[in-house]
């Protein structure tokens, strides 16, 4: 069991499939109190009662109310898991934009803005954010996503840099593929670039509850994903035209 979770208030967005089913049912087996968030609330519902937890559907960006009530007054642990996989390129349009920006990146600043006054007050809380490999790196045919977990990323980072001091404990958890519905709507890119080495959601909480015993910020659940972004920042002329030459196999065989 894990210390530093045991009998926590913990928050989990998005957690009715997937990562942040998974999530969800590794912070109540470690002895959480665990609020299940889904747009869709059959499928909270359904994760809530398997793993003893309270669901609260509804929109990520407005949840943290409503579960710290849920949770008694307070929460521990609030992972930013919801996100949406939008795929296309410069020309997506505006609203595709709009909603991976949204859902992506300002869902984690909202709550941010709930969650720090009463972590900072007491010192200490817990963040964490499923951000994707594609924020270190990228992912061919997918600008949005990219883009915005760029985006995602750059937030949790900020966050640790600026109030670690203070009792913030913040983790990014940044997979390649994983077995879910976001794989699976990734169409012929997801299989060509994610789906070799794709992994089950249970190995992303494994990963996640690793970097939460030895203290981690960033959270690889594909450890190989380290030496891609080494060479992303050693030569990025390099890497920018290997990652040219897998979108060119990508277009040739689409």
């Known amino acids: 069991m894990v210390e530093a979770v045991q009998d926590a208030g913990v928050v989990v967005t998005g957690a009715g499939g997937g990562i942040g089913a998974?999530?969800?049912?590794?912070?109540?087996?470690?002895?959480?109190?665990?609020?299940?968030?889904?747009?869709?609330?059959?499928?909270?519902?359904?994760?809530?009662?398997?793993?003893?937890?309270?669901?609260?559907?509804?929109?990520?960006s407005a949840v943290v109310g409503e579960a710290r009530d849920a949770l008694g007054g307070r929460v521990d642990v609030y992972c930013a898991n919801a996100g949406l996989g939008s795929g296309g390129s410069e020309a997506a349009g505006e609203a595709v934009w709009a909603s991976a920006w949204d859902v992506n990146v300002m869902a984690h600043v909202r709550a941010a803005e709930r969650l720090l006054p009463d972590w900072l007050e007491r010192g200490s809380g817990r963040f964490v954010s499923t951000v994707s490999a594609a924020g270190l790196l990228t992912m061919i045919g997918a600008a949005p996503y990219s883009v915005t977990k760029?985006?995602?990323?750059?937030?949790?980072?900020?966050?640790?840099?600026?109030?670690?001091h203070r009792g913030l404990k913040v983790h990014a958890i940044c997979p390649q593929g994983v077995r879910t519905d976001m794989l699976a709507a990734t169409g012929s890119a997801g299989d060509l670039v994610l789906q070799p080495t794709a992994i089950e959601p249970d190995a992303v909480a494994d990963a996640l509850f690793r970097g939460i015993e030895e203290d981690r910020f960033l959270i690889l659940p594909h450890p190989e994903v380290a030496d891609y972004y080494r060479a992303r920042a050693g030569d990025p002329d390099r890497w920018l035209t290997g990652m040219n030459h897998v979108q060119q196999k990508w277009e040739a065989t689409s």
């Open 22 to 60: 998974a999530l969800a049912r590794r912070f109540a087996a470690e002895g959480a109190r665990v609020v299940v968030n889904d747009l869709d609330g059959e499928k909270a519902a359904a994760v809530a009662a398997e793993i003893g937890g309270i669901a609260v559907p509804g929109d990520a």
């Open 150 to 164: 760029h985006g995602a990323y750059a937030f949790a980072e900020w966050l640790s840099l600026t109030y670690r």
